[in-house]
Structure formats: structure tokens, C-alpha cells
């Protein structure tokens, strides 16, 4: 029988395909041990691009099906037009003198973008595109709403949130 989510580990849900790449059109993302545990320019959420090569620069493939793409995100042409718009917020629309009082008051970008009313990023077309979800649920949101529903969860998987008993 098929684990659902909550009842892997972290380890165990960031490495199983999400979709079925022999059988529709996916987006990648690469996942090793510090996936999802390290600081990310665009802000915390789920990564993902059409070039697989790309993706497995950062650790093993894990397939996500198209529905996984923000709805709703900030477009921006390349990585250097999103630090452009970065620094036009900070000091243009919030009055900001530095990057430094930015990051002082959203450590995580994807939270000033959300407040503007994306739900992500997408940083150039086609198949150099990058994605950036920041309402795709986490593994630790998955448990979360696990345990409210009542659900049984493994141990070695609470274990692994404590902030959440």
C-alpha cells in the first residue's frame, strides 16, 4: 500500500516523484539532504524548472506535475531583473536606503511578494524558466495538517518536527 505523505519522512516525501514523467508533462526539481533547509534568493518554496539538466545540478530528480507552477506569479525575464525589481522595492517603494534593511524586516523575499498578491516567481520562459511556489504545501505542513485531522503519524515523522507535538 501507497504511503501518503505524512506518513514518510522528510527524506522519503522530498525524494518520491509527484507526478509521472512517462505519462505527462512535468516540471523538475533537484532535492538532496539540505533541500528545503537552506536560505533561497527568491524566498522559501517549492523550486522547479522544465530543464531537467539544470534541476539535477542540485541532487536527485523528483518529477512535479504542471499544476505544481505558482497560479498567480511576479514575472521576471532573468536573475538579473529580479534583483533590479528587488532593489527598485526597497528603494523606491519602501524608502529603504539598503538590501540590509530589507532583509531586516522580510528575511524571506516570497513574503514581501506575497503581500503584493503573488503566489510565486517565475523567472524567465520556456524551458529555462525557474518557478518558485510559495503556497505549495511543505512535508511539515502536510504532518501538520495530518495531526489536526486526527491521523495516525509515525513517530520517526514527528520526530522529525518537534515544534509540532
Not at 522519503?12 to 509527484?18: A, G, L, P, V
Not at 516540471?27 to 522544465?50: F, I, P, S
Not at 534541476?55 to 536573475?79: C, D, E, H, I, M
Not at 514581501?112 to 498578491?117: E, I, K, M, N, P
Amino acid at each position: 500500500m501507497k504511503k501518503q505523505p505524512w506518513e514518510m519522512t522528510r527524506d522519503e516525501y522530498n525524494r518520491t516523484n509527484k507526478a509521472d514523467p512517462d505519462t505527462e508533462k512535468v516540471l523538475w526539481r533537484g532535492v538532496n539532504d539540505d533541500t528545503g533547509e537552506r536560505h533561497h534568493v527568491q524566498g522559501k518554496g517549492l523550486y522547479l524548472t522544465a530543464d531537467k539538466e539544470y534541476a539535477k545540478r542540485y541532487g536527485q530528480l523528483v518529477a512535479y506535475p504542471l499544476t505544481a507552477k505558482p497560479k498567480n506569479p511576479l514575472f521576471v525575464r532573468s536573475l538579473q531583473d529580479w534583483e533590479g525589481w528587488l532593489c527598485y522595492q526597497f528603494v523606491k517603494v519602501l524608502g529603504m536606503k539598503n538590501i540590509r534593511e530589507f532583509y531586516e524586516k522580510y528575511p524571506d523575499p516570497g513574503e514581501y511578494v506575497r503581500s503584493l498578491g503573488y503566489d510565486g516567481v517565475q523567472i524567465c520562459t520556456g524551458k529555462d524558466a525557474i518557478y518558485v511556489n510559495y503556497n505549495y504545501p511543505s512535508h511539515k505542513q502536510l504532518v501538520q495538517d495530518a495531526i489536526n485531522q486526527g491521523e495516525e503519524v509515525p513517530e520517526e515523522v514527528l520526530q522529525e518536527y518537534p515544534d509540532l507535538l
